[in-house]
């Protein structure tokens, strides 16, 4: 089993990369896989092909090649593995229908993208500071 | 005493009298045995043999008295004939020698006998002039173009071909009384032409009768009839006489002719599509027989007028008719063309009025009366209306006396006595009306209509008698118009299947146009959407690395670089902004307004702080007034609050002594709210752009701003059922107000 800290399910390169360097700078130390789309992502988490992937947080965005952040919480909310996992959505959208749905399909929270890097960096900051420091998990 | 009603008139058995009359003898043989079973007593008078001498006789025994004119035509053989062909009708008449005299003989049917009548035969015309008078009155007859002039040319060749002295033809009405509708007879006697007679004077069982023989003559008044032998005893075989051509009259009957002077009389009935529609009624002042053939040729003029008048139309009438035809064409034009229905048929070229006689319309539709012509009162007729559905009129109504059906119309009789009404909603109340005027009818009685029949007590039993006046007795009939015509109704309905056809078809159109709006209201939210992804993410990213760049290499950048580094991160925030207030300008027109009051004094002071707090120098001095509650959406009337006092703030600062005032009234139905400031002003010649989306004033170009509070502002007052406007002079200041209807005004509005 590989345990990181967080598995990020993105497909947008520019996110990505956004990401890699707010992480890097939030804690040196922190471990992260990036799955491309939901069904990348359910196969690292089930060691299809590798060892299990086992996260203690895991961000998903909203639009998705294949299934979408919604349809990817539902999944793993249906998996015995994964259904205690905290799922926090972190997309552009504020349509108040995804947050709505992304609930319903059991996310544990739901962070909108800031258009800002800074910004961004605070809400990463925040989130591991949270999920990863402060929360206890199962 | 018993009651005498006109029904009493009814139970008399008039098809069996026993009797016949005088002028002829009868005998009835067993249709299979041929015995003779009944004789007229009077027989004697013209054979040498009694009636009872004669009673269960072969008939044979007759040809002794009685021979045809014909060879080979003895009663037998003629019986026999008509057997095998099942109908003696075309027998009828045999020339007979009856002893001296010659005779018709005509034979018919009825029951179990085979009835032989005997009547004198008068040659007074032979069978070739009847011909040439059957001719030419086919032709004066159908040629005629009206229907008064059908109808007295029909008269006056009865006329001629019976010689009475008056010859009539008598219209039964609706309730079955009858008038007087053509008149030929002799100069010196007083016309009858125009009175009205009771349904009483021809009972019903009487107008049955004239359904099955079309002609019956009344010979002579006075004399008396010869009974049958045997006598006719209720339960035995009694004879019914019905077909008979010398059934005796009833004796209430010959009073009444007695009574009106008529010595002799013969009436011919015209039947119309199964239904008796009247009698050619001819009248002689002394006895007069007219023989058989004679007779056979009256019926066949009134059986050519029978069949006239069931195609018959007056050529005036297919005028009007063809004038309806194309208003009710054009009316449906007018009202396809730009699918108003009350515009096409009130406003166009041609309207409701013209396709009834009528002299006034109105049409009642979608909560309003439009009127036409001389009708009631707007008032009036929306009463009328009420008036109708109660009475559950629900397709077509009509009525010659509305006054008398509904009381209130009395005011209004002069204008609406007659009501013609199509139903087009009874649950909306949609009707259109048509109108006819009052108009006083004299119409004149052969005698008072009340009195036509009398009891008399003789020996405690009641007896009818028929009335002895046929003074000329006039009413007056009130509350009445002219009666609406088989054309005007027909135009109606066919107007109302147009208006319910055209009116379905404006329902389908607007939901196919509903659908087709939910459609692209389903497209604009998922273009919404994609915008909001689409465009966002790339220039999220625009940003970011931008950010990144001045964060990370700042040491590595020139000033100047920093600067052009610093202008495309605006630019981006910029763009940002505009795709932010595009999509929640677009949201507006489809999210749900959830109104409820709204504490206005909490709402300004939170906007003013955080305005305060966002500038930096300069800060106007606001006043805040009476604020009294807004009912409306929190988060909407928020955001056009937001938008005018920052404008407020925006547009003024640059004055010397930046002053803002706020405050709301409520006048009447609306709490009004002012935004006033005194800062640089709008040019009042750009006043209709201020609320355009994107549209920016001409001296704006320095303050920060998208052109979108504006109209979203404006967008969320009209979806409130509100006013947004502003007054202002350059230089001066500004004074936006909004008006919404209050809590009490809208829940009053709202359909009960």
Same mark, same amino acid.
């Given at each position: 089993?590989?345990? @990181?800290?967080?598995?990020?399910?993105?497909?947008?390169?520019?996110?990505?990369?956004?990401?890699?360097?707010?992480?890097?700078?939030?804690?040196?130390?922190?471990?992260?896989?990036?799955?491309?789309?939901?069904?990348?992502?359910?196969?690292?988490?089930?060691?299809?092909?590798?060892?299990?992937?086992?996260?203690?947080?895991?961000? @998903?965005?909203?639009?998705?090649?294949?299934?979408?952040?919604?349809?990817?919480?539902?999944?793993?909310?249906?998996?015995?593995?994964?259904?205690?996992?905290?799922?926090?959505?972190?997309?552009?959208?504020?349509?108040?229908?995804?947050?709505?749905?992304?609930?319903?399909?059991?996310?544990?929270?739901?962070? @909108?993208?800031?258009?800002?890097?800074?910004?961004?960096?605070?809400?990463?900051?925040?989130?591991?500071?949270?999920?990863?420091?402060?929360?206890?998990?199962? | 005493?018993?009651?005498?009603?006109?029904?009493?008139?009814?139970?008399?058995?008039?098809? %069996?009298?026993?009797?016949?009359?005088?002028?002829?003898?009868?005998?009835?043989?067993?249709?299979?045995?041929?015995?003779?079973?009944?004789?007229?007593?009077?027989?004697?008078?013209?054979?040498?043999?009694?009636?009872?001498?004669?009673?269960?006789?072969?008939?044979?025994?007759?040809?002794?008295?009685?021979?045809?004119?014909?060879?080979?035509?003895?009663?037998?053989?003629?019986?026999?004939?008509?057997?095998?062909?099942?109908?003696?009708?075309?027998?009828?008449?045999?020339?007979?020698?009856?002893?001296?005299?010659?005779?018709?003989?005509?034979?018919?049917?009825?029951?179990?006998?085979?009835?032989?009548?005997?009547?004198?035969?008068?040659?007074?015309?032979?069978?070739?002039?009847?011909?040439?008078?059957?001719?030419?009155?086919?032709?004066?007859?159908?040629?005629?173009? $009206?229907?008064? &002039?059908?109808?007295?040319?029909?008269?006056? +060749?009865?006329?001629?071909?019976?010689?009475?002295?008056?010859?009539?033809?008598?219209?039964?009405?609706?309730?079955?009384?009858?008038?007087?509708?053509?008149?030929?007879?002799?100069?010196?006697?007083?016309?009858?032409?125009?009175?009205?007679?009771?349904?009483?004077? %021809?009972?019903?069982?009487?107008?049955?009768?004239?359904?099955?023989?079309?002609?019956?003559?009344?010979?002579?008044?006075?004399?008396?009839?010869?009974?049958?032998?045997?006598?006719?005893?209720?339960?035995?075989?009694?004879?019914?006489?019905?077909?008979?051509?010398?059934?005796?009259?009833?004796?209430?009957?010959?009073?009444?002719?007695?009574?009106?002077?008529?010595?002799?009389?013969?009436?011919?009935?015209?039947?119309?599509?199964?239904?008796?529609?009247?009698?050619?009624?001819?009248?002689?002042? $002394?006895?007069?027989?007219?023989?058989?053939?004679?007779?056979?040729?009256?019926?066949?003029?009134?059986?050519?007028?029978?069949?006239?008048?069931?195609?018959?139309?007056?050529?005036?009438?297919?005028?009007?008719?063809?004038?309806?035809?194309?208003?009710?064409?054009?009316?449906?034009?007018?009202?396809?063309?730009?699918?108003?229905?009350?515009?096409?048929?009130?406003?166009?070229?041609?309207?409701?009025?013209?396709?009834?006689?009528?002299?006034?319309?109105? &049409?009642?539709?979608?909560?309003?009366?439009?009127?036409?012509?001389? $009708?009631?009162?707007?008032?009036?007729?929306?009463?009328?209306?009420?008036?109708?559905?109660? *009475?559950?009129?629900?397709?077509?109504?009509?009525?010659?006396?509305?006054?008398?059906?509904?009381?209130?119309?009395?005011?209004?009789?002069?204008?609406?006595?007659?009501?013609?009404?199509?139903?087009?909603?009874?649950?909306?109340?949609?009707?259109?009306?048509?109108?006819?005027?009052?108009?006083?009818?004299?119409?004149? +009685?052969?005698?008072?209509?009340?009195?036509?029949?009398?009891?008399?007590?003789?020996?405690?039993?009641?007896?009818?008698?028929?009335?002895?006046?046929?003074?000329?007795?006039?009413?007056?009939?009130?509350?009445?118009?002219?009666? +609406?015509?088989?054309?005007?109704?027909?135009?109606?309905?066919?107007?109302?299947?147009?208006?319910?056809?055209?009116?379905?078809?404006?329902?389908?159109?607007?939901?196919?146009?509903?659908?087709?709006?939910?459609?692209?209201?389903?497209?604009?939210?998922?273009?919404?959407?994609?915008?909001?992804?689409?465009?966002?993410?790339?220039? $999220?990213?625009?940003?970011?690395?931008?950010? *990144?760049?001045?964060?990370?290499?700042?040491?590595?950048?020139?000033?100047?670089?920093?600067?052009?580094?610093?202008?495309?991160?605006?630019?981006?925030?910029?763009?940002?902004?505009?795709?932010?207030?595009? &999509?929640?300008?677009?949201?507006?027109?489809?999210?749900?307004?959830?109104?409820?009051?709204?504490?206005?004094?909490?709402?300004?002071?939170?906007?003013?702080?955080?305005?305060?707090?966002?500038?930096?120098?300069?800060?106007?001095?606001?006043?805040?007034?009476?604020?009294?509650?807004?009912?409306?959406?929190?988060?909407?009337?928020?955001?056009?609050?937001?938008?005018?006092?920052?404008?407020?703030?925006?547009?003024?600062?640059?004055?010397?002594?930046?002053?803002?005032? %706020?405050?709301?009234?409520?006048?009447?139905?609306?709490?009004?709210?002012?935004?006033?400031?005194?800062?640089?002003?709008?040019?009042?010649?750009?006043?209709?752009?201020?609320?355009?989306?994107?549209?920016?004033?001409?001296?704006?170009?320095?303050?920060?701003?998208?052109?979108?509070?504006?109209?979203?502002?404006?967008?969320?007052?009209?979806?409130?059922?509100?006013?947004? +406007?502003?007054?202002?002079?350059?230089?001066?200041?500004?004074?936006?107000?909004?008006?919404?209807?209050?809590?009490?005004?809208?829940?009053?509005?709202?359909?009960?």
């Amino acid at each position: 089993m590989k345990k @990181v800290d967080i598995l990020y399910i993105e497909d947008n390169p520019d996110d990505v990369l956004f990401f890699e360097r707010i992480v890097k700078k939030i804690d040196e130390t922190l471990t992260f896989e990036v799955a491309g789309s939901g069904s990348e992502a359910i196969s690292l988490l089930n060691g299809e092909n590798t060892d299990p992937v086992s996260p203690r947080l895991i961000l @998903v965005d909203m639009n998705l090649p294949g299934l979408s952040g919604v349809e990817i919480v539902r999944s793993l909310r249906q998996n015995q593995k994964t259904r205690h996992l905290p799922l926090v959505i972190f997309s552009t959208s504020d349509y108040p229908s995804d947050i709505k749905n992304s609930y319903e399909a059991g996310a544990t929270g739901y962070l @909108v993208k800031s258009s800002s890097y800074k910004g961004r960096a605070q809400q990463l900051d925040h989130a591991h500071k949270f999920w990863i420091v402060s929360n206890q998990y199962f | 005493m018993q009651d005498v009603d006109l029904t009493s008139c009814d139970r008399e058995p008039i098809h %069996i009298p026993g009797s016949i009359q005088s002028h002829g003898f009868l005998v009835a043989v067993h249709k299979d045995s041929y015995l003779i079973k009944k004789v007229s007593t009077n027989i004697s008078q013209y054979i040498r043999a009694s009636a009872e001498a004669l009673i269960d006789q072969p008939v044979q025994v007759l040809d002794a008295y009685i021979a045809s004119t014909v060879p080979g035509s003895a009663l037998e053989e003629l019986l026999n004939v008509g057997r095998r062909n099942q109908s003696f009708e075309w027998l009828n008449p045999q020339q007979m020698q009856v002893a001296d005299q010659e005779m018709n003989l005509i034979i018919h049917a009825s029951g179990e006998y085979v009835v032989l009548e005997f009547e004198p035969r008068v040659t007074w015309m032979d069978v070739l002039d009847y011909q040439k008078l059957i001719t030419r009155s086919l032709q004066e007859v159908q040629g005629a173009k $009206t229907l008064t &002039l059908l109808l007295d040319r029909a008269a006056k +060749w009865v006329k001629s071909i019976t010689g009475f002295d008056r010859v009539m033809v008598y219209q039964f009405m609706e309730d079955w009384h009858g008038v007087v509708v053509a008149e030929q007879k002799e100069p010196h006697l007083e016309p009858f032409l125009g009175l009205h007679y009771p349904a009483s004077d %021809i009972p019903k069982q009487a107008r049955q009768l004239y359904l099955r023989n079309l002609v019956r003559l009344i010979s002579d008044v006075s004399s008396s009839s010869a009974r049958l032998y045997p006598d006719e005893k209720p339960g035995s075989n009694i004879l019914d006489l019905s077909d008979s051509v010398l059934r005796a009259v009833s004796p209430i009957h010959i009073e009444y002719l007695k009574n009106m002077g008529v010595m002799a009389s013969m009436s011919i009935s015209l039947v119309v599509k199964g239904k008796l529609w009247g009698l050619i009624a001819c009248h002689h002042y $002394t006895p007069r027989f007219v023989d058989y053939p004679a007779r056979n040729t009256a019926r066949f003029i009134s059986q050519i007028l029978s069949a006239t008048l069931e195609h018959h139309r007056d050529e005036t009438d297919s005028d009007f008719a063809n004038q309806i035809y194309s208003t009710g064409q054009q009316l449906l034009i007018q009202m396809t063309k730009d699918r108003n229905v009350a515009d096409g048929l009130v406003n166009g070229k041609d309207n409701i009025l013209q396709i009834s006689k009528g002299t006034g319309a109105a &049409l009642v539709f979608e909560d309003k009366v439009h009127l036409l012509g001389e $009708t009631p009162s707007e008032e009036e007729v929306q009463d009328l209306v009420k008036w109708l559905v109660s *009475i559950k009129a629900d397709n077509f109504f009509q009525t010659t006396h509305l006054p008398n059906q509904f009381v209130p119309a009395l005011h209004y009789k002069d204008k609406a006595s007659g009501l013609m009404a199509i139903c087009l909603s009874p649950i909306l109340g949609e009707y259109v009306l048509w109108f006819k005027p009052e108009q006083i009818q004299l119409v004149t +009685w052969a005698g008072n209509p009340e009195k036509s029949v009398t009891g008399h007590e003789e020996d405690g039993t009641v007896r009818l008698s028929p009335r002895k006046s046929f003074e000329k007795w006039t009413q007056e009939v009130k509350n009445s118009s002219c009666p +609406w015509e088989d054309i005007e109704i027909s135009a109606a309905l066919r107007l109302r299947e147009d208006i319910l056809h055209v009116v379905t078809q404006k329902a389908n159109e607007i939901r196919r146009l509903n659908d087709q709006l939910k459609i692209a209201y389903e497209e604009l939210d998922a273009f919404s959407y994609t915008i909001s992804h689409d465009l966002r993410t790339p220039l $999220t990213s625009l940003k970011s690395y931008t950010e *990144i760049l001045l964060e990370d290499f700042d040491e590595q950048l020139d000033d100047e670089a920093k600067h052009i580094i610093d202008r495309i991160l605006r630019s981006a925030d910029r763009m940002s902004m505009l795709i932010q207030n595009v &999509l929640s300008y677009a949201r507006l027109s489809r999210s749900d307004i959830k109104k409820q009051d709204i504490p206005m004094h909490t709402v300004i002071d939170t906007l003013v702080e955080d305005l305060n707090v966002a500038i930096t120098s300069h800060k106007p001095k606001v006043t805040i007034g009476a604020t009294p509650p807004l009912y409306g959406d929190p988060t909407m009337i928020g955001q056009i609050f937001a938008n005018i006092i920052s404008n407020a703030y925006k547009y003024s600062v640059a004055s010397a002594d930046p002053q803002i005032k %706020i405050e709301g009234t409520v006048t009447g139905n609306e709490t009004i709210y002012s935004v006033k400031d005194n800062g640089m002003g709008i040019n009042m010649n750009q006043a209709s752009k201020v609320f355009d989306l994107f549209k920016r004033l001409d001296n704006t170009s320095n303050i920060e701003g998208h052109g979108v509070g504006m109209a979203i502002a404006k967008r969320i007052v009209n979806r409130h059922g509100g006013r947004i +406007w502003f007054q202002s002079k350059e230089g001066e200041g500004t004074t936006f107000f909004v008006a919404l209807p209050t809590r009490e005004s809208f829940e009053s509005a709202l359909p009960s």
